[in-house]
């Protein structure tokens, strides 16, 4: 008997949804937990499963359809069974309260009248309208301008990674006719090579350390893992993959044209793209916003060869183990790998210039991811300045000098990870009036360069080079074209966070950072070790670290080693941009048991008002 397969309510709220894809056709095998549709809700796209095993015999609502919880949308028959050609689903018949519409495109609805078409300039939630006189008075702006007043786009974006495809979605919400160019992958290295597939490797070497570590004491009856290299790196290769197409459906949704190709600026304000095959073409638009990221930086001496000398793109798809890795640079890139590749069995150096691992965090946080490696076996090597790493012989040998003395080191691969400089070179600056100095855009406070019409945005416009800096500055830099008056970034509360284990999220001053600037401050501290919810979690390692104004009680900085630390310190960031004080946070009530409580204990500690310390 034929089975009628009906729109599922994906999520509370959800009363309908949008057929975004069909990823079975006709005729097609359903198996249980395949991926059958993509639905679209004003909410996210959601993937509907296969649930009962069949042959999809009919699509009844076609990729475009708007269908109401409950209607049928495909019916699946059993193998080889014959479904009479007069069959309709439950709900499918005339007069059926059950509607499935086709969607309505923004031309039409306008014709159809205001109430039925989209809000394309959401104000209330854009941005403040005006600034303050002290506000405006603060900004830094250059001249405003067009880059062609003819343009057939209102905006082009160069660049589809965390800075280029936000800005190109939000800049299509407020109703601009926009297109991105992207050579490779939608994403960037973000999504591709960067935060995503390391986060699921480091996923891997989380669970390994959790069974090595704490596997008896938590009852799993193992204390050994039998990491598989391969499958790891499949695994997070995929989820990158899932994650690529979903950016190319954000932007078929939004209507957003992607342009293949690489973008250069000639004279004239004529804009080029050059196509895999060599062919290029002009593409006019009014604004022009560079997004083209960064690269791996390589210091002189650093031979990198891809193969014996890497960077991050070799580290993150290796074909073979290596038995010893050399790590240069200790900040979020060389961490989370020196992790990775410890716990699947290298054995691992880490070599840093300065005098302590992540030079940008707190000196007590530091501190306590130092200690926790070594525990791992991880050698840790500060004060360390590398004058060479290169291939000899096939071996990665590094030499350094460390306390006035020559050294080297010798490892089968070295991972060079000393930061990254902006993708700058081949964009055609020189044919612009844009300001170019070490691989840096020079930009106001709304992201415009000195060339009327061009902005810059993310890791081209120099530190702090991470995704959401390059994301939300997108948003102020398309707010402020149109004409929004956006909030300037705060660059003084940027989340940073590390994946390793233990974690590390930090917003806002350190406490060496008030000590040179010479603020009065006081500090409040919470160990992990102490916490409930830590324990049973069998994640004592770690400290919570307040830091407040001594005077005004101010939130000044707040970091956080330990478990789960660069989930915890979103709630620390959100009260300093509320201008929350250490009073109100005292007063909150915090939910037991959580690892939160420790952010309350820390509070209260600054006041010598702990309660479980």
């Excluded at 350390?209 to 193992?222: E, T």
């Excluded at 009036?433 to 992201?447: C, H, L, P, S």
Aim: net charge negative.
């Amino acid at each position: 008997m034929p089975i009628d397969i009906f729109m599922t309510q994906l999520s509370p709220t959800m009363t309908e949804g949008r057929i975004a894809r069909w990823l079975k056709k006709e005729g097609d095998e359903l198996i249980s937990g395949e991926v059958m549709a993509e639905i679209e809700t004003d909410k996210a796209t959601m993937e509907m499963e296969v649930v009962d095993e069949g042959v999809l015999h009919k699509i009844i609502a076609p990729e475009g359809s708007i269908v109401t919880v409950g209607a049928p949308i495909a019916v699946i028959a059993e193998d080889g069974e014959e479904v009479a050609d007069d069959y309709q689903a439950d709900g499918s018949a005339a007069g059926s309260a059950i509607e499935i519409r086709e969607e309505v495109t923004s031309e039409e609805a306008v014709e159809l009248g205001s109430e039925s078409a989209p809000e394309m300039h959401p104000a209330s939630i854009a941005a403040h309208d005006v600034h303050d006189a002290e506000e405006a008075e603060a900004l830094h702006l250059k001249e405003a301008g067009l880059f062609n007043a003819d343009g057939d786009y209102d905006l082009v974006v160069i660049g589809a990674g965390p800075g280029g495809y936000v800005a190109a979605i939000r800049a299509a919400q407020l109703g601009f006719k926009v297109a991105c160019i992207e050579s490779t992958h939608l994403g960037g290295i973000c999504l591709n090579w960067g935060c995503i597939p390391t986060k699921a490797l480091l996923r891997t070497a989380e669970v390994i350390n959790i069974i090595k570590h704490s596997g008896d004491a938590l009852g799993l009856g193992v204390t050994e893992a039998n990491p598989d290299l391969e499958k790891a790196v499949a695994r997070s290769r995929a989820i990158s993959a899932k994650l690529n197409n979903g950016i190319g459906f954000l932007f078929k949704k939004n209507k957003i044209e992607h342009i293949e190709g690489y973008a250069t600026f000639e004279a004239d304000n004529r804009l080029m793209v050059k196509d895999s095959e060599g062919n290029s073409k002009q593409v006019t638009a009014k604004h022009v916003i560079v997004a083209t990221g960064a690269r791996a930086r390589a210091f002189p001496g650093m031979d990198v060869d891809n193969e014996v000398i890497i960077t991050y793109k070799q580290a993150l798809a290796p074909t073979a183990l290596p038995k010893k890795l050399v790590v240069i640079g200790s900040g979020a890139i060389g961490m989370e790998f020196a992790y990775f590749y410890n716990a699947m069995g290298s054995d691992v150096t880490v070599i840093e210039a300065a005098d302590q691992i992540l030079p940008l965090e707190d000196h007590e946080i530091s501190r306590v991811v130092e200690r926790s490696f070594k525990k791992q076996k991880i050698r840790i090597i500060t004060g360390a300045m590398v004058s060479s790493a290169k291939n000899v012989d096939g071996k990665a040998v590094v030499a350094y000098e460390s306390k006035g003395k020559q050294l080297s080191v010798e490892g089968d691969v070295c991972l060079v990870a000393v930061g990254v400089i902006g993708n700058t070179d081949a964009i055609g600056a020189e044919n612009t009036a844009m300001k170019v100095e070490r691989n840096t855009i020079a930009v106001d406070d709304w992201y415009r360069t000195d060339h009327p019409g061009i902005y810059a945005i993310g890791d081209v416009v120099g530190a702090p080079a991470l995704a959401h800096v390059a994301s939300h500055e997108g948003i102020v830099c398309v707010e402020a074209i149109a004409g929004k008056h956006p909030h300037p970034v705060d660059y003084g509360n940027v989340p940073g966070c590390t994946y390793c284990q233990p974690q590390v999220g930090s917003c806002g001053k350190t406490e060496n950072t008030c000590k040179e600037e010479g603020i009065p401050y006081k500090v409040g501290r919470m160990p992990y070790g102490t916490n409930g919810k830590a324990m049973g979690l069998a994640e004592t390692e770690g400290m919570v670290k307040t830091i407040f104004h001594a005077e005004t009680g101010e939130l000044l900085g707040a970091h956080i080693v330990g478990a789960e630390a660069t989930e915890m310190i979103v709630s620390l960031g959100v009260a300093k941009t509320l201008e929350t004080t250490e009073a109100e946070l005292a007063h909150h009530m915090f939910p037991h048991p959580t690892l939160s409580e420790m952010i309350h204990e820390s509070v209260l500690d600054s006041d010598d008002r702990a309660i479980h310390i």
